[in-house]
C-alpha cells in the first residue's frame, strides 16, 4: 500500500489544494512542500527492500478480460527517478514561494506543479506499458499549464502550445510502439516485456515497434530535430524550467530508454539510431548555446546537449555506457536545477536575464556568484566536481575499436567538441554575468543583492551534493548508481555490473588527454571568440542563420489551419444536400466494403413467405406512394412534411400489423413529437426550397440515393434467406423469471439492455440542454411587433380550451401507460413522449407567459432527476452485491389489493420517464420560444 500511496499522495495534495484561496501563499507552499516531503519520505522508507535487490509491487485488476492490470512497480531505476522528482521537488517548492511575485496566483501554481509530480510518479512507477502512456500524456498536459502559467503573455501561451504539440505527437507514436510491443509479446506487463527482449528483436514488427517508442522519447526528451520545443518552453517561471527542463520532464525520454533497453536494446538499429540521434543532439545544443544571450536560453540549448550526451550513451549499446548513462542522469540534474535556479534569482533580482544587460554581478551578490560557478564547473566537467566523473566515463565509452573506421574517428572527435563547447557556454554564463563586461554597465543601475535565504538554500543544497558526490563519489552515489544501472541493464532479476571505478585519478589516458582538451580548447574558445568576434552583437548563430525549428514549427501550424479552413468551409457550407452527399456516399462505401473483401453474401432459397393481408398491402403501397411524393415534392416543406408524417403512420401501422405494440406506440409517439417540431422549426423556414441549379447534380444524387438503396435492399434479402438463429426465445422464455416482467420488450430495455438505456438518456438529456443552451439568449431579428401589427404569439380559442382539457387526460395515459409497460405494451419511454405531447401543447396553444404564470417552466431538474433516478437504482443493487443495474422482484401483498408485482426496474424506468419529458420539453420548449415572439425564458 505505501507504493499506491506514494503515487497518489500528489494527487490528493492537489486536490487539497484546490479548495485554498487563489492568493494563500503561504498555505500553498506549505501544503505542496509537505505533499513532496511526504511522498519523498514514504519513499525512502521503501529504500531498504529496493537496495536489498527487491522489485516492490502492488496492483489490482484493470481490465482482466484482456490480462491488464493497474500496478505499480519499484525498482532500482524508478527509486533513482522517484527520487530525483520528490526530492528535487521539495527544493522547487521552497525556491518557488520565495520566486512568484505577488501578482501570481500561488495556489494554481502548486496545483498544476502538484499534478505534473504525480504524473511523474505515476510514469516512473508504472508496472504495465499502457498505463505508463496513459502518465505519459498526463505530464504533456500537466507541463502545458506550467509552461502557459503567465497565459496573458504571448511566449508563455505559444510555448506551451509548442510543448504540447510536439511531446503529445510523441505520446501518439509511444502509444503506437507499446501496443505493437503488447501483441508481440501477448502482455503489457512490465516484468513480461523486459523478460522478452529475444522474442522482440527477432519479431518482424521490431522495427515499427522500436521506430516508434524513440520517437516518443526523442520527442519528450527534446532530441534533434524535435529539440526546439524546450528552449520555447523556457518562457514559463523559473521554478518550473528548474523542476520540469532539467530533473524531470525532459528526463522522461532518456527513461523511457532506459527502462525499455532489456527489450529493444542489443541490436545494430538500436546503436546506430538512439546514438547516431545522441551525437547530433549533443553538438547541436552545445553549439547553439554558445551564443544564447539569455541565461535560460542558455541553459536550455545547455540541456538539449547533455540530454544528447545521455542518449548517445543510451546507444552505445554497452554494459559502461550504460553505467555512465544512469550516473550522468543523476548528475545533471543537480547542477543544471541549480544553475536555473541562479538564472533565475539574478532575473529576479536584476530584472533581467539578458548577458548583454549584466555586468560584474559578483561585487553585488558574491553568495550566488559563487555557487553559480561551482554548478557551472559541474556542468563543464571540472576536477573535484560530480560531473567531471561521469564526464570522464562518457569519453571512455566513446572509444569503440570495434566500430567501423568512421565511426572510431567520429565518435571520440565530437564527444571531445561536445564537451569543448560545454566548457565554452559555461566560461561565458560565468563570465558575462558575474565578472567585468566591459560592453555593459546596466548592473549599477540594476542595483542588485542577495536574494532571501530561502531561495539560495535549494541552491545550496544542490550546489553541496555536487561538490561531496565528486569528493567521495563511492561513499555518496556509489550504492544508487550501482542500483539504477542494474535496473536499467538486466530490468530484474538483477546480475552483477561489469567492473568500473568511480575513482578521482585513472592515471595518464586518452579519455584523460580528451577532457584536457575540451577544458583549455573551451576556455581558449571562449575568450579568443569574444576578443574577436563580441558575441554580444551577433544576433543569429553563425552557420545555421535562420534556420529555425520553432519557424518551420509555426509555418506548419498555418498551413495545417488555412487547410483546415479551407476543408471546413468545403464542407460546413450550410448545405443539408451537400451534407447528405457526403453521409450517404460514405455510409454507402463503408457498407459495399465488406463485399468487395469478402464476397458477397449467398442468397438461398427464399423461405415460406408469411401471408400478407389485401389491406395491409393497401396500406403499404400508400407508405410507398408518399415516400416517392417526398423525392417529388420536396421542395414545398408542408407538403412534404405531411407526406413524412403518413411515411410514419405507415410504418407504425406496419408493427402494429407484425404484432409490435411496444414499438408501435413509440413510433407514433415519435411521430408527433417530430411533426410538432418541425412545425415549429417551418415557422423560421422559406415555405419552399430554392430551385435546383444543375441537372447534373439531380442525377448524381439520384445514382447515390439508388445504389444505397439497393445496398439495402440487398443486405434485407440476404439476412432474410439465411438461416432464421434468433435470440428472441431467450428474452421471451427468461423475462418473467428473471425480470419480473411479461412485456419482453420492456424487460430488455430496463433489465437485460439496461446499461444501454441508460446511455442512451444520458446522450438525450445532454442534446436537450445543448439546443437550450444554443437558443437560449437568440432573439429573432423582428421579435418586436412594430405597433398596430398583432403579436406572433397568437393563441387561438378553441385550441386553448382543448388543451387545458386534455392535460388531466393526457397525465392519466402518460401514467397508465408507464405503470403498464412492464407487463403490457407500455413503458417510461412512451409515458414520458406522451407527457411532453400534452405539455408542448399547452405552451403552444396557450403562450409561454400563461405557463410561466403557473409552472417554472424549467426542465431541467426533470432531465437531473430522471438520470440520478435511473442511476441509484442501478448502484442500488451493489448492497446487494450484484453488479450494476441488476434488477429484483416481489409480489408484496397489499391490503385490498392483494398480491401487487412490484420491480426494481420500474424505478429505473421511472427515470427514463422524467429524462425524456425533460429533454423533449427543453428542445420543444425552446423551439416554441421563437415561434411565440423569441421572448426570453423566464429562467436560466
Known amino acids: 500500500m505505501k507504493l499506491l500511496l506514494l503515487a497518489a499522495l500528489p494527487f490528493i495534495g492537489a486536490a487539497l489544494m484546490s479548495f485554498l484561496p487563489s492568493a494563500a501563499r503561504r498555505s500553498a507552499a506549505w501544503l505542496a512542500g509537505g505533499t ?24 489490482v485488476p484493470w481490465v482482466p478480460q484482456l490480462g491488464l492490470e493497474l500496478g505499480f512497480r519499484l525498482d532500482g531505476l524508478a527509486w533513482l527517478f522517484a527520487l530525483l522528482i520528490t526530492g528535487i521537488g521539495v527544493l522547487v517548492v521552497v525556491y518557488a514561494k520565495y520566486y512568484l511575485s505577488q501578482d501570481d496566483p500561488p495556489a494554481r501554481f502548486f496545483l498544476f506543479l502538484l499534478l505534473f509530480m504525480g504524473a511523474m510518479l505515476g510514469l516512473v512507477l508504472a508496472d504495465n506499458l499502457l498505463l505508463l502512456v496513459v502518465f505519459w500524456e498526463c505530464t504533456s498536459l500537466s507541463s502545458f499549464l506550467l509552461i502557459g502559467f503567465w497565459q496573458k503573455e504571448h511566449p508563455a501561451r505559444a510555448g506551451a502550445r509548442m510543448a504540447l504539440a510536439i511531446t503529445g505527437a510523441g505520446g501518439l507514436a509511444l502509444l503506437g510502439g507499446v501496443l505493437l510491443l503488447g501483441h508481440i509479446v501477448g502482455s503489457y506487463t512490465l516484468d513480461a516485456v523486459l523478460a522478452s527482449g529475444e522474442l522482440i528483436r527477432s519479431h518482424p514488427l521490431y522495427m515499427p515497434a522500436l521506430l516508434l517508442v524513440l520517437l516518443g522519447a526523442f520527442t519528450k526528451s527534446a532530441q534533434f530535430p524535435f529539440h526546439f520545443w524546450l528552449p520555447n518552453a523556457m518562457a514559463a517561471p523559473t521554478p518550473v524550467s528548474a523542476y520540469l527542463h532539467s530533473a524531470t520532464m525532459v528526463k522522461a525520454g532518456v527513461f523511457l530508454l532506459a527502462r525499455l533497453y532489456p527489450a529493444l536494446g542489443h541490436s545494430e538499429p538500436w546503436f546506430w539510431i538512439v546514438s547516431t540521434t545522441g551525437l547530433a543532439t549533443m ?72 548577458m548583454r544587460n549584466l555586468n560584474h554581478l559578483m561585487r ?138 568511480l575513482a578521482l585519478w585513472h592515471g595518464l589516458n586518452l579519455p584523460l588527454v580528451m577532457s584536457t582538451v575540451a577544458l583549455l580548447g573551451g576556455v581558449a574558445l571562449y575568450f579568443a571568440w569574444q576578443v574577436r568576434v563580441n558575441l554580444h552583437t551577433l544576433e543569429r548563430t553563425p552557420v545555421l542563420g535562420r534556420v529555425s525549428g520553432r519557424s518551420g514549427f509555426e509555418r506548419g501550424i498555418d498551413v495545417v489551419v488555412q487547410s483546415a479552413r479551407w476543408l471546413t468551409s468545403y464542407l460546413q457550407n450550410g448545405s443539408l444536400q451537400h451534407y447528405l452527399f457526403f453521409f450517404v456516399g460514405a455510409a454507402t462505401l463503408a457498407g459495399f466494403a465488406p463485399y468487395l473483401a469478402t464476397g458477397w453474401l449467398p442468397f438461398d432459397a427464399m423461405p415460406s413467405i408469411t401471408p400478407v393481408s389485401p389491406a395491409f398491402v393497401a396500406v403499404w403501397l400508400v407508405g410507398m406512394v408518399c415516400t416517392a411524393m ?280 421511472l427515470g427514463v420517464m422524467l429524462t425524456v419529458t425533460g429533454g423533449t420539453m427543453l428542445m420543444l420548449a425552446a423551439i416554441a420560444r421563437l415561434t411565440a415572439g423569441g421572448e426570453k425564458p423566464l429562467w436560466k
Open 283 to 354: 553538438l547541436v545544443g552545445a553549439y547553439v548555446a554558445l551564443f544564447k544571450h539569455d541565461l535560460k536560453g542558455l541553459l536550455a540549448y545547455s540541456t538539449i546537449s547533455h540530454l544528447g550526451l545521455i542518449t548517445l550513451l543510451l546507444g552505445l549499446d554497452q554494459p559502461l555506457a550504460i553505467v555512465a548513462a544512469v550516473f550522468h542522469i543523476l548528475n545533471h540534474a543537480c547542477f543544471k536545477a541549480s544553475l536555473f535556479m541562479s538564472a533565475g534569482i539574478v532575473d529576479h533580482e536584476t530584472g533581467t536575464r539578458d
Open 36 to 59: 513532496a516531503l511526504g511522498a519523498l519520505a514514504l519513499l525512502l522508507s521503501m529504500s531498504s527492500a529496493v537496495f536489498g535487490g527487491d522489485i516492490l509491487r502492488w496492483s
Open 630 to 909: 417526398v423525392v417529388v415534392h420536396f421542395d414545398q416543406r408542408l407538403l412534404t412534411l405531411i407526406l413524412l408524417g403518413a411515411v410514419g403512420l405507415t410504418v407504425t401501422l406496419t408493427f402494429v400489423y407484425f404484432s409490435a405494440p411496444d414499438l408501435a406506440m413509440t413510433q407514433l409517439s415519435v411521430e408527433v413529437v417530430t411533426t410538432i417540431l418541425m412545425m415549429l422549426a417551418l415557422n423560421w423556414l422559406p415555405k419552399e426550397s430554392k430551385p435546383e441549379g444543375h441537372t447534373w447534380r439531380k442525377w448524381r444524387d439520384g445514382v447515390i440515393a439508388g445504389t444505397a438503396g439497393l445496398g439495402v435492399a440487398g443486405i434485407v434479402y440476404a439476412v432474410l434467406t439465411r438461416p432464421f438463429d434468433s435470440i428472441a426465445p431467450f428474452y421471451l422464455q427468461h423475462a418473467p423469471a428473471l425480470g419480473g416482467g411479461e412485456n419482453a420488450v420492456n424487460v430488455i430495455i430496463v433489465d437485460f439492455r439496461g446499461y444501454d438505456t441508460l446511455g442512451e438518456i444520458t446522450v438525450l438529456g445532454i442534446a436537450a440542454l445543448i439546443i437550450f443552451a444554443l437558443l437560449r439568449d437568440f432573439v429573432p431579428a423582428d421579435y418586436t411587433p412594430q405597433p398596430g401589427e398583432p403579436t406572433r404569439d397568437r393563441h387561438p380559442l378553441m385550441l386553448a380550451l382543448a388543451a387545458r382539457l386534455l392535460l388531466p387526460l393526457a397525465v392519466l395515459v402518460a401514467l397508465y401507460i408507464y405503470m403498464r409497460g412492464h407487463n403490457q405494451p407500455g413503458g417510461g419511454f412512451v409515458a414520458g413522449l406522451v407527457l411532453a405531447i400534452a405539455l408542448i401543447l399547452q405552451y403552444v396553444a396557450n403562450g409561454q407567459r400563461w405557463m410561466a404564470a403557473r409552472s417554472s417552466g424549467d426542465f431541467r431538474p426533470w432531465i437531473a432527476a430522471g438520470l440520478l433516478i435511473a442511476g441509484l437504482t442501478g448502484m442500488g443493487s451493489w448492497l446487494l452485491g450484484a453488479p450494476f443495474l441488476t434488477s429484483s422482484y416481489d409480489y408484496p401483498l397489499i391490503p385490498l389489493f392483494g398480491h401487487v408485482p412490484v420491480t426494481s426496474a420500474m424505478f429505473f424506468d
Open 364 to 501: 553585488y551578490m558574491p553568495i550566488t556568484g559563487a555557487l553559480t560557478m561551482v554548478a557551472s564547473a559541474a556542468m563543464a566537467g571540472v576536477p573535484l566536481l560530480n560531473g567531471f566523473l561521469s564526464k570522464e566515463m562518457f569519453l571512455a565509452q566513446t572509444i569503440r575499436p570495434d566500430l567501423p573506421v568512421f565511426a572510431q574517428w567520429a565518435l571520440p572527435i565530437g564527444a571531445t567538441l561536445g564537451a569543448l563547447c560545454s566548457v565554452a557556454y559555461s566560461v561565458r554564463f560565468v563570465h558575462d554575468t558575474f565578472f567585468h563586461n566591459p560592453r555593459s554597465t546596466a548592473a549599477e543601475q540594476l542595483k542588485p543583492h542577495e536574494p532571501p535565504w530561502g531561495m539560495r538554500l535549494p541552491v545550496e543544497l544542490l550546489v553541496l551534493i555536487c561538490l561531496v558526490v565528486g569528493l567521495v563519489p563511492n561513499l555518496t552515489i556509489g550504492p544508487l548508481l550501482a542500483l539504477g544501472a542494474q535496473a536499467s541493464l538486466y530490468g530484474g532479476p538483477y546480475a552483477p555490473l561489469p567492473d568500473y571505478s
